[in-house]
């Protein structure tokens, strides 16, 4: 089964995985590059990354250790 995703680095360890679909970095109003901002938590959800048109705000939300809670 092939993989889904592509490994891009590892914090403290861990693999940090990112879809090999790139859709969630384009806005789906106006087609525009999203830009990523770790900024956007919430408590007790980990870590997770927006990303933002900066025209028309949050267009998706990516949780890059998935993959591994899956396991």
Known sequence: ????????????????????????????????????DTSAGADGMGVRIAFVCPEHGVHSVVDPFEEERKQ
């Open 1 to 36: 089964m092939a993989k889904d995703y592509d490994e891009v680095g590892d914090l403290d360890g861990v693999p940090i995985h990112t879809l090999k679909d790139q859709s969630y970095r384009t806005c789906s109003k106006c087609g525009g590059d999203c830009y990523p």
